[in-house]
DNA sequence: TATATTTATTATCAAAAGATAATTTTTCAA
DNA sequence: TTGAAAAATTATCTTTTGATAATAAATATA
């Protein structure tokens, strides 16, 4: 099961096997039941995930509506700025499916990146490209309108498109899932 | 000029007076003037920037029109998607005022860091720090809506809401001139 | 398989935004 | 200071979205 982490870091860094070892005793591998709720609004986080299978959504609690904002499936990794600021959780984390998931921690990552010293520049590099993708996803936010931003997530993010309900997409697209269903009526009458 | 990066780099680590030596006669410090492009849609970009002074925007050209995704003031650093990745840029990034500018390169970077290595850590803390403002600013783009999206700039962003012409925040907040200039309105009316 | 629950669509009406053009206000430079 | 250019507002009309409720379709479960 914790290949996936191994295989995970080795596209960015190469591990030698005692450093695969360490990796290997130090995860803490956990599963979780469709709709357990990883992190909740106003909890401060203390963990960090990797998701090894499974999908969890990032949501807000307005005027008490769900607002999806974020969608995480396998490979990706979860840091919740409640985790990074040690400040009040203002979402929720919810799994959308059963998930496997690596669950870090502030005390054993210190271990970790101590123990292997080069994880720190894996870290560097994951950020910036979290960050590059996080700048892209909201420009593209703005730079289109909401049937437009449909066809683009049909397009580049089709497994997403299909393992998440319509619904949960809508709120996440920005719009009401009504207003999807109507889009996606307009996109069929358009395509014959 | 450069006591405002030996200050800004402060925030995050300590310097020696040799390592803050080292800073200044690394950095190449340069004017613009209003209007200058710093990076056109198309080009590689090869240097990323710290702002002293003024102000920058970034915009894309869809369908003839420019629309503003970022606008970059004091004390802020601008690493151009293309710079990370080497691809050609699909946005410009162009200064709304005059700007004097900390302009860093690849070659000069790597020479920084070889010398204070410490710096990457402050890369570290930086870039993990603006993941997090650019997933909220993503978050609150997706929860509210434009008239929202408009109250919350002023609120938090008053500096700039009063720098910027109202026609480059229109875009920047998703919406055209005068669906802002209605919301204006609106607001006004609703507040006496 | 039948039934309850969840998910998706449709209908109606009101509110907001886009497109376009005209006009007013502001800014800046000759 | 005046005249041109830039920025902001207003008006009109169309399109899209939101809110709400009803209905239909799909899925899960007893």
Chains 1, 2 share one sequence.
Do not use: W
Not at 31 to 56: D, M, P, R, W
Not at 70 to 85: H, K, R
Not at 162 to 187: D, M
């Amino acid at each position: 099961m914790d290949e996936l982490i191994i295989n995970y870091i080795s596209k960015y860094i190469s591990l030698s096997d005692e450093e695969i070892r360490i990796v290997r005793e130090q995860n803490l591998i956990r599963q979780y039941k469709k709709n357990e709720v990883l992190l909740a609004e106003g909890e401060l986080a203390t963990e960090c995930y990797f998701i090894l299978s499974g999908c969890v959504r990032a949501y807000y609690l307005i005027d008490g509506e769900e607002r999806n904002t974020a969608f995480y499936i396998e490979n990706q990794t979860i840091t919740p700025i409640s985790y990074q600021t040690h400040s009040f959780s203002e979402y929720y984390l919810s799994c959308l499916e059963d998930c496997i998931i690596a669950v870090g921690s502030d005390e054993r990552n210190k271990e970790l990146v101590e123990k292997i010293p080069k994880l720190s520049s894996l870290i560097l590099q994951m950020n910036g490209e979290l960050l590059m993708q996080k700048t892209v996803e909201l420009d593209d936010f703005k730079n289109y309108n909401p049937e437009q931003r449909y066809l683009k997530l049909l397009e580049k993010n089709t497994d997403l498109a299909n393992r998440v309900p319509l619904y949960h997409l809508a709120s996440y697209l920005g719009i009401t899932q009504v207003s999807l269903s109507r889009i996606r009526k307009r996109i069929s009458l358009q395509h014959r």
